[in-house]
């Protein structure tokens, strides 16, 4: 006899729109803190976070009751832009007071990729310029603008099949200072993850973004960080931009913004972002963008953030991953930024086989878009020492038996 969890299963493939011929199809019951549990009560450490969206842990009761709250006095109400709602205005104004100055107008998307597509008009609208300039090796969505911001050669696999995507677009080598001479006049913006998520975890060389910044203002082009996957506290600081002192024109915000539910922005100075309200009016709008429920999530989480002082221990955390996992044999090196880190085997052979021992003894990590030859170790960021000690044991098992 079929159990629920099959029958849940065989309609998940049947009815719920795929994006691989092989999912993970583990069935989530639950989830708590570090952990979730299968119907069958079987646990897993959460070390995607799922992708470094759940910062301040799983089912977190300030976020919890936030939400509850706010979905009781009022879900949605008007298109975004038009009433004054105050978990939207609380949380602007809290983001405007940790970013650093001129970074204090606040646009809410739903998502990352949203956030990414506003910057990119934001920045055309304000230069009256086209061309956009993009990272090899970056990710940053995937609408066609998003994806037009893919760095090649490695976005071709994905790009290549949705052509004609946006025009002008082109792309640098991340590190590379001399390529910065490619950005000019013509230059609309240059979109850079500080840090490098999917190509690996790879962090910026001594002095890069600072010569990023400096060709920008020389050439009148906006500067945009995304920091979906490196803010709130990923990095060790609350944004990366602080942790390096480089301050863009806009950055992207996501993931982790909403505090487990789907809330994404951009953020821009008032006098870049007011270039929006006109010519033409309306120029960018969302039904949705900025829930009264997710900003209330969000907020929630950024203040649990600050009040438990959690990105003040992100360092050390990362760094005991790091000192636990890097002698080991079968491990080449460990690219790391925070709690955001890549664990090198060197094989896809290995990093393959190494997946299906964490899943069977109870470890849900995942590769990197562009590079499947390292895990992903990024947990919440509220994992304790003890916590990372037990997940740190069992990846040791595993690499063991490689
Ligand atoms: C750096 C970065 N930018 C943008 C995105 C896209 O975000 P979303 O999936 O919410 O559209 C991602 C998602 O993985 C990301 O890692």
Redesign the pocket.
């Known amino acids: 006899m079929k159990s629920q969890n099959d029958i849940l299963r065989r309609q998940f493939l049947s009815h719920v729109g795929q994006t691989s011929p092989a999912p993970q199809l583990i069935t989530v019951d639950r989830a708590e803190g570090v952990f979730f549990y299968t119907p069958e009560a079987k646990r897993y450490y959460d070390l995607i976070s799922g ?1 470094s969206v759940s910062n301040v842990g799983h089912a977190n009761p300030a976020v919890v009751e936030a939400v509850c709250r706010q979905a009781r006095d009022y879900m949605h109400i008007m298109v975004y832009g038009e009433m004054v709602e105050r978990p939207q205005v609380e949380y602007a104004t809290l983001i405007a007071s940790l970013l650093p100055d001129p970074l204090n107008s606040v646009y809410f998307l739903n ?4 956030a ?1 597509e506003g910057a990119l008009k934001l920045a055309k609208r304000y230069t009256g310029r086209t061309e956009m300039i993009s990272m090899r090796r970056a ?4 609408t066609h603008g ?1 994806m037009s911001m893919m760095g090649f050669p490695e976005g071709e696999e994905w790009k290549s099949a949705f052509r004609p995507l946006l025009p002008d677009c082109k792309a640098i080598d991340y590190n590379q200072f001399e390529q910065l001479q490619q950005i000019t006049e013509r230059t609309a913006c240059v979109l850079c ?1 500080p840090v490098q ?2 190509a690996g975890v790879r962090t910026p060389v001594e002095g890069y973004l600072q010569a990023l910044r400096e060709r920008c203002s020389e050439v009148g082009a906006l500067l945009i960080f ?1 920091e ?2 490196t803010g709130m506290g990923r990095s060790g600081e609350m944004f990366a931009m602080k942790k390096y002192g480089v301050t863009p024109d806009i950055v992207c915000l ?2 982790a913004f909403g505090g487990g539910m789907p809330l ?1 922005a951009f953020v821009s100075s008032n006098e870049i972002m007011n270039s929006l309200q006109s010519n033409p009016v309306l120029g960018h709008i969302t039904t949705f963008g900025g829930h009264p429920v997710c900003c209330a999530a969000g907020l929630a989480a950024a203040k649990y953030l600050i009040d438990n002082n959690i990105v003040e221990s992100v360092e050390k955390k990362g760094a005991l991953y790091q000192r636990l996992l890097e002698s080991h044999p079968q491990v080449v090196e460990i690219r790391r930024s925070g709690l955001l880190l890549a664990v090198e085997l060197g094989s896809s052979e290995k990093l393959y086989k190494i997946m299906d021992m964490f899943i069977e003894r109870g470890i849900l990590s995942d590769w990197f878009l562009y590079c499947d030859t390292a895990f992903r170790i990024s947990p919440p960021l509220t994992i304790t020492e003890e916590e990372i000690a037990g997940s740190v044991d069992i990846i040791l098992e595993c690499l063991n038996s490689l």
Do not use: N, T
């Open positions: 992708v998502s990352g990729a949203e990414v990710y940053h969505g995937s998003a993850e998520g999917e995304d979906i996957q996501a993931k994404g």
